[in-house]
């Protein structure tokens, strides 16, 4: 039982670069979410999703595209790359009400 | 704007030391206070707390939640090494995809 999974772990980008982060989930929960975590800093919400078909901004949203076709997957999609943007990217999956599970992370430097 | 504020932000104690924990939250449409420790990698969860006043327990730790007050705390006794980490709490929504609003963490570093 995989959980939450991610893919890549590390990338790194150039300024202006486009890419996908992917994130499955094997525990069938309808709710999952994408945050970002500076150095030092606590969690922030890109987007989330409540299932198939809906997604909904979350606090930095900007930059960012997300889609939700199948219950599994929720990409995260990075159009223009910017440095801003260097950060670890967590996903996250719930059953509505329940805790949050966690894949471990995509670690993002963009130069 | 939700809010959720955790002090101490970092914390420096020594093998068998008792430490609190800190956060107190602003959240519209406000479900569950949740706190979760992070290592290396994914945040992983510790507790729920929905109801005011009833302590949740695990091991060492243990939490409570008053929501007239709008805080939380989280308590570690006899802290060992491994007990080292970044600790997170995050406030919930009823609404909005139970969504989570997270403090910066506390920095717990416990020294042999």
């Known amino acids: 039982n995989a959980g939450v999974t991610q893919t890549p772990k590390f990338r790194i980008l150039k300024i202006g670069q486009s890419m996908t982060l992917q994130c499955t989930q094997d525990?069938?929960?309808?709710?999952m979410y994408w945050y970002r975590q500076d150095p030092g800093m606590g969690l922030k919400l890109i987007y989330y999703s409540v299932g198939a078909g809906i997604t909904d901004k979350g606090e930095v949203p900007n930059g960012y595209n997300v889609s939700r076709s199948t219950t599994e997957d929720f990409p995260l999609r990075l159009e223009l790359a910017a440095p801003s943007q260097t950060s670890v990217y967590f996903c996250?999956?719930?059953?509505?009400?329940?805790?949050?599970?966690f894949g471990d992370g995509t670690r993002l430097s963009i130069l | 704007e939700d809010k959720v504020v955790q002090s101490p932000l970092s914390l420096v104690v020594h093998e068998g030391d008792t430490v609190t924990l800190n956060c107190s939250y602003e959240?519209?449409?406000?479900?569950?206070l949740l706190w979760y420790k992070q290592e290396k990698k994914a945040p992983t969860f510790l507790f729920m707390l929905?109801?005011?006043?009833i302590e949740k327990k695990s091991g060492r730790l243990s939490s409570i939640l008053d929501k007239k007050e709008l805080f939380s705390i989280l308590n570690i006794t006899a802290t060992q090494t491994g007990d080292s980490a970044i600790y997170l709490c995050?406030?919930?929504?009823?609404?909005?995809?139970?969504?989570?609003?997270f403090g910066e963490g506390t920095q717990l570093t416990v020294n042999p």
């Open positions: 929905t109801s005011s006043g």
């Open positions: 525990m069938n929960h309808n709710y």
């Open positions: 995050a406030g919930s929504k009823e609404t909005s995809g139970s969504r989570l609003t």
């Open positions: 996250a999956t719930s059953r509505g009400g329940q805790p949050q599970h």
């Open positions: 959240v519209t449409n406000f479900r569950s």
